[in-house]
T-cell receptor
Framework: DSGVTQTPKHLITATGQRVTLRCSPRSGDLSVYWYQQSLDQGLQFLIHYYNGEERAKGNILERFSAQQFPDLHSELNLSSLELGDSALYFC?????????????FGEGSWLTVV | GQNIDQPTEMTATEGAIVQINCTYQTSGFNGLFWYQQHAGEAPTFLSYNVLDGLEEKGRFSSFLSRSKGYSYLLLKELQMKDSASYLCAVPFTGGFKTIFGAGTRLFVKA
């Protein structure tokens, strides 16, 4: 158990819908990262937040947005869902997000778009 | 640019030694991570190298050559449970953006 908590673990939704994935980082960690992993694909970096502020962005679609709240939990919002958005979405956290900080991953949220 | 290359798949025999290579390109080096990921599970941290040389941690060792943009993960005394994907990851943009390679799927056979 990494200490990073993600909910929900599984969800199935229809195309065109919107979902919110939630993440609680490890106690004391200020940085939160979101990654997408499609079937048999690598981890694709989406976005990194540090203490409520966006620090780095990857190839995150405009239909996707994220935020980190004052209590440091984070949410990833996915809207106008398409079949291709079906994937395992990982949240990860690290203490400060600085060089050398180990990133710890949650168990992921499985999203199936039908 | 940001580029990380790893072999797609490798097969090895239980009890043997396997070396998984990773090459990377980055304008500013901030270290290199290795993670293990079993199918459908979360990646778990194995090692972090920032200086050249070999770091040993039990059955797993990781090597780094910054001048060559090259790292490898060495797994000794392979066990069936080592069958997993091994991900090489490099922090970019001052460490704020950690990019993962596509991973090397290792199959350990009896």
């Amino acid at each position: 158990d990494s200490g990073v908590t993600q909910t929900p673990k599984h969800l199935i939704t229809a195309t065109g819908q919107r979902v919110t994935l939630r993440c609680s980082p490890r106690s004391g960690d200020l940085s939160v990262y979101w990654y997408q992993q499609s079937l048999d694909q690598g981890l694709q970096f989406l976005i990194h937040y540090y203490n409520g502020e966006e620090r780095a962005k990857g190839n995150i679609l405009e239909r996707f947005s994220a935020q980190q709240f004052p209590d440091l939990h984070s949410e990833l919002n996915l809207s106008s869902l398409e079949l291709g958005d079906s994937a395992l979405y990982f949240c990860a956290s690290s203490s400060t997000g600085e060089v050398g900080n180990t990133i710890y991953f949650g168990e992921g949220s499985w999203l199936t778009v039908v | 640019g940001q580029n990380i290359d790893q072999p797609t798949e490798m097969t090895a025999t239980e009890g043997a030694i396997v070396q998984i290579n990773c090459t990377y390109q980055t304008s500013g080096f901030n270290g290199l991570f290795w993670y293990q990921q079993h199918a459908g599970e979360a990646p778990t941290f194995l090692s972090y190298n920032v200086l050249d040389g070999l770091e040993e941690k039990g059955r797993f060792s990781s090597f780094l050559s910054r001048s060559k943009g090259y790292s490898y993960l060495l797994l000794k005394e392979l066990q069936m449970k080592d069958s997993a994907s091994y991900l090489c990851a490099v922090p970019f943009t001052g460490g704020f953006k950690t990019i993962f390679g596509a991973g090397t799927r290792l199959f350990v056979k009896a």
